[in-house]
């Protein structure tokens, strides 16, 4: 090169790597560019150079780039750099932190860089005893430190990629292994594996749910970070790749907070170029890995900042005197490969119609009731037992009258051991003088050790004991000194069942892939398209019943298309919210008035004065649904369970007496495992075939299931009916006919058809007897829902004007700023700038988390220098609320009667008179059904217009067809398979009709629980404050850049 027309010689750039790294492509395409500048020498050094010629013949060079790979010397680089004192991109020392994850995570506290609350397990052998290590089955401790699983363990040597996932038993434990990529997979998913590693060091960390996605950062200095989001390996192991069979991975915008974190990794490891890994949760972020030298592949736009960067660095270090001004063209040219523009297309019609071409979805929020289940089963039993009594004090910490709960596998363990010892041999003679209640007791312990075999191994998402003290006495202490009390008497309460069945796991995952083909723009693909491009906001909530968790899990795998195993991506991707989610607590004094209004209806062949309502308004009447002959249908329903009940009993004791001849210790045949069965979505053949029930359950607890129904349903001493039931007797003939019609039970078909006719009265009247009466009822149950939907709509609203107002300004003024600072802007450099920017960022951040917080979630932003997306700025957030039937029913009552409320007499009801006709003959709100909103917001109506955004309202029946139906060859199919087809979703509006988003929160907000009366969000366990640093730590950071200890020598 020429300054003033006398020849320079050009700067040497050393590449001193492993071939195999420097060959790769991302380092040529930063090398070449380096090059068209025409101020840069580059000598690659070669393996046979580094590895076997002395340092003193290494080529000298000015600038050198070096890091370690397998096999790399480093301590012969380290010396070579001491000899030559080039200037260093990375330096050379401090790459030995990265390989031990405990010097990385000493190194990121030590800057005040956020990172997982962890714990340390030093081992010095293989297997090693260690006073300050626990392992229990839902946690481990260390030094004091509990973590409860899904905790993250790691091998402490920053090599070694083997990391585990425990997932806890009330999601089905078992292990995730994470490793380097291995053709299409990332993870492996261990179901048997409960108990932690112990022949090596590890790190125990909290795992932190980032919703399904990772965040890889690349730095370039200190003032330039790149980073892209790819799918987490911890949802199912499989590796998204494109067309060129390349991983997924697209660029994300950085908030400032994490701009400074990637500066301050950058200069805590004095690693200029730098990668590593960082996870957002919960409003905030947090670095779990730092990578030493890595590059983004496949992104010109990248290649390009990159050499634009180093060069101005070598340039400042040996060159101070030449500009390092960016010239307007830059020397090189690159045909970057024309790709395609995947558009967001919309679709012509959608589901209740058209939309206008210049509508854009901005959020889809849909509650959804859980897949098929098992009947859900109670067994309550009075216990004297002694053994039963001191399992209940071992686990209430002694407390004789405090109730236990019996969850974890250990427990359940320990009670099954008490009651196999409990139960006797063979059943008492009917004929014998053994007293009824004697036997009634002993067929309830059998019951309760059927339930505990039941399936192999235990998981208190399926089953859960109660043992409540009742009676209680005062004996002398074992030591003779005092006195203290003991119980004597307990009430035990076994549930069990409404376990989602094989047929509910295909349910929820068939719907998850009709939303992802219908719900969103783009024929199928713009779902995926979406959520890749992090401006899919997606956040799946559930309560906290087991069927429920599994349902929404089986539903994401479908809605984005995942593999494997369910429970990583039920930890992954699913929040539990049973405050909002579960419970009738608040409604359960209406819902007792309205059963007995019910039942004096049913049982008295009575019905409330129609005169006063309009013919053309069925539903206003009281107890709507009830059948006029319900009073005769009773005994002919009760007449029926009886022949079901005594055909099931013969059946069970043949089974019992299988049993007995095969059980001579507590060894008992179990001939299902549920744990394979979860991950099922076919019947189990072999079982079938074998003439047994379909599921985990034996024809003792099928017997069970049905003699209590029998019971329970008419009390033959008093001649009462008890109408509560009915829909349990409904429940359990659709089980049986869909999961058990290879039985041939006699009189089941006609029993289902009594049960129907009832059930559909009862079920839709248990929420209220009329319209007022459901609507009261049903905004007690839902108001926390309703208030988190009415959060949803007024963030995407507010969302969606400030993108409308930001890209007005920018139309108007050309000028205008984008938003954020751009990450390419090598000039902006002063120290100084950084210490002010830190000191404000605090303030500005936490406005936004307090913004976001509302929901407590993280946002992604595409950035849309790098993506290849025609609409960047596009953001679609979905919410996801699996729940149960009641809160299904309780969100439809409000929705289609708020109205009826005092405050908004002479409002018009959002659900149109057609809709209301359709809901009334819907009777039903079955396994999958589920509600659906949807905002739009037409981006030609003005801003302050009410009509800019709209409500579109659809919801669906569910699987709610008829077991019996032989007219439908779908439905027929499916019977084959022990499953029924999903409804499709139906209009609550006129097609054209227009509800504003306005008229929408007027006429929820009555029934919401405000925003304000929502828990402010909780700080995450072991974040410490990324502001919190002291003015020392500060002062070094500033200092420490430029960081290459030989820069100065050579830079004068």
């Known amino acids: ?85 080039p200037f260093l991109i990375n330096e050379l020392e401090q790459q030995h932190l990265l390989h031990d994850r405990r010097k990385v995570y000493e190194r990121l506290e030590m800057y005040g860089i956020p990172v997982p609350r962890y714990a340390l397990v030093n081992r010095e052998y293989p297997n090693q005893e260690l006073d300050y290590f626990a392992e229990e089955e839902d946690f481990v401790e260390v030094h004091g430190n509990r ?37 299409n997979r990332s993870s ?119 050499a634009c960067v180093l060069r101005k660095m070598f340039l400042d270090a040996k060159a101070p005197h030449l500009s390092s001004t960016i010239p307007p063209t830059l020397p090189w040219k690159v045909n970057e490969p024309v790709q395609q523009s995947e558009g967001l297309t919309r679709q012509g019609s959608g589901i209740i119609g058209t939309f206008g071409q210049s509508e854009e979805l901005r959020c889809v929020i849909a509650v959804i009731r859980h897949g098929d289940r098992t009947p859900k089963q109670k067994v309550k039993l009075k216990v004297t037992e002694e053994k039963l009594l001191n399992l209940m004090l071992k686990y209430n910490g002694g407390r004789p009258k405090t109730e236990t ?52 191994h235990f998981s208190g998402i399926y089953r859960k004991v109660q043992l409540k003290p009742l009676k209680w006495v005062k004996v002398v202490k074992n030591n003779g000194e005092g006195e203290e009390e003991r119980p004597t008497e ?99 004094i209406e819902m007792d008035e309205a059963k007995a209004r019910l039942n004096e209806i049913i049982t008295s062949a009575t019905k ?90 034996g024809f003792l607890l099928m017997f069970a299931r049905w003699r209590k129904l029998e019971r329970d349903l008419y009390n033959e001493r008093k001649e009462r009916f008890d109408i509560t039931q009915i829909p349990d007797v409904y429940d359990s003939c659709k089980y049986d006919l869909l999961h058990n019609a290879h039985l041939n039970l006699k009189g089941l078909d006609e029993l289902f058809k009594v049960a129907q006719l009832l059930a559909d009265g009862v079920i839709p009247n248990e929420y209220g007897i009329n319209p007022r009466q459901k609507l009261k009822i049903g905004s007690k149950i839902a108001r926390r829902l309703l208030g988190k939907i009415l959060i949803d709509l007024r963030n995407t609203r507010e969302e969606a004007v400030n993108v409308a107002e930001l890209k007005n300004n920018q139309d108007n003024d050309p000028t205008f700023p984008i938003t954020g600072k751009d990450d390419t802007d090598y000039h902006s450099k002063c120290n100084g700038k950084f210490e002010g920017a830190r000191r404000a960022s605090f303030t500005s951040d936490m406005s936004l988390d307090q913004d976001d917080d509302d929901d407590k979630e993280t946002k992604y932003r595409l950035d849309p220098k790098y993506a290849n997306v025609r609409t960047p700025d596009r953001h679609v957030r979905t919410r996801l609320y699996f729940t149960s039937e009641s809160h299904i029913h309780s969100l ?97 509006q006129e097609v054209g009709s227009c509800l504003t988003l306005e008229m929408m929160e007027k006429m929820f907000r009555p029934f919401a629980m405000p925003a304000e009366d929502f828990p402010p969000p909780s700080i995450p366990q072991g ?30």
């Open 1 to 85: 090169m020429e300054d003033d027309g006398v020849p320079r010689t050009k700067i040497t750039l050393g590449v001193c790597v492993m071939e195999k790294k420097a060959n790769l492509g991302p380092m040529l395409q930063i090398l070449e560019r380096l090059q068209a500048f025409g101020e840069f020498e580059v000598v690659h050094f070669g393996d046979k150079v580094i590895l076997e010629d002395p340092i003193e013949s290494w080529p000298i060079c000015d600038c050198l780039i070096a890091f370690y790979s397998t096999g790399y010397p480093l301590k012969r680089a380290e010396d070579y750099a001491a000899l030559r004192k």
């Open 147 to 183: 973590f409860w699983k899904p905790f993250v363990e790691k091998p402490i040597d920053g090599d070694d990629h083997s990391i585990m996932i425990y997932y806890p038993s009330s999601a089905g434990g078992g292990m995730k292994e994470l490793f380097r990529k291995v053709g």
């Open 188 to 306: 492996e998913f261990h179901p048997e594996v409960r108990r932690v590693r112990r022949e090596g060091s590890y790190i125990y960390e909290e795992f932190m749910p980032t919703g399904g996605t990772d965040v890889k950062v690349y730095t370039v200095g200190p003032e330039y970070a790149h980073a892209e989001a790819r799918k987490s390996p911890v949802v199912d192991g499989v590796v998204m790749r494109n067309l060129d069979g390349k991983e997924v991975r697209y660029p994300v915008l950085l908030t400032p907070t994490e701009k400074e974190m990637a500066r301050e990794v950058c200069c805590a490891f004095r690693q200029a170029v730098c990668g590593f890994d960082l996870l957002r949760c919960g409003g905030r972020s947090y670095v779990c890995d730092v990578n030493g030298w890595s590059f983004v592949k496949n992104s010109y736009k990248y290649y390009d900042d990159t």
């Open 405 to 456: 709960k019996l969850k974890s596998a250990i427990q359940l363990q320990d009670l099954l051991d008490a009651t196999r010892i409990l139960v006797p041999r063979t059943r008492p003679d009917r004929e014998s003088d053994s007293e009824a209640d004697d036997i009634e007791h002993a067929e309830k312990l059998r019951q309760v050790k059927a339930v505990l075999e039941e399936g192999g």
């Open 490 to 588: 307990a009430l035990m309460v076994l549930k069990y069942g409404g376990v989602l069945t094989h047929a509910g796991r295909k349910q929820a995952e068939e719907l998850g892939r009709y939303f992802r083909n219908n719900m969103y723009p783009g024929e199928g693909t713009g779902l995926l398209r979406l959520h890749s491009t992090y401006r899919h906001d997606l956040k799946i909530y559930s309560s906290d019943e087991g069927r429920v968790q599994m349902s929404a899990a089986a539903f994401a795998k479908g809605l984005l298309d995942l593999e494997g195993p369910l429970t990583p991506i039920l930890v992954s991707l699913v929040s539990k919210d049973s405050s909002m989610l579960d419970g009738l607590e608040n409604a359960s």
């Open 608 to 697: 409330a004065d129609h005169n006063s309502v309009l013919p053309e308004k069925p539903w206003m009447v009281d107890g709507a649904g009830v059948p006029p002959n319900a009073s005769e249908l009773l005994p002919k329903l009760v007449e029926l369970t009886k022949m079901v009940t005594e055909q099931v009993r013969l059946l069970a004791i043949d089974e019992d007496e299988e049993l007995a001849d095969t059980s001579c210790s507590y060894n008992v045949y179990l001939p299902y495992d549920q744990a394979k069965a979860l991950g099922k979505t076919n019947i189990d053949v072999d079982r079938i075939a074998a003439g047994l029930p379909c599921g985990s359950e």
């Open 892 to 988: 439809m009552n409000v929705l289609r009667y708020c109205n009826l409320d005092e405050s908004l007499q002479g409002e018009p009801g959002i659900v149109c008179d057609n809709g209301l006709e359709r809901l009334c003959r819907t009777k039903e709100l079955d396994y999958m059904s589920y509600i659906v909103l949807r905002l739009f917001e037409d981006t030609e109506v003005a801003l302050e217009d009410p009509k800019r955004f709209r409500i579109e309202m659809t919801f669906s029946r569910g699987a709610d067809l008829s077991p019996l139906e032989s007219n439908d060859s779908e439905a027929a199919s499916l019977h084959q398979e022990h499953t029924l087809p999903i409804m499709g979703p139906e209009r609550l």
């Open 1023 to 1052: 974040f410490s404050g990324y502001f919190s640093k002291s003015a020392a730590v500060l002062e070094r950071l500033v200092n420490l850049w430029p960081f290459h200890k030989y820069g100065n020598a050579n830079g004068k």
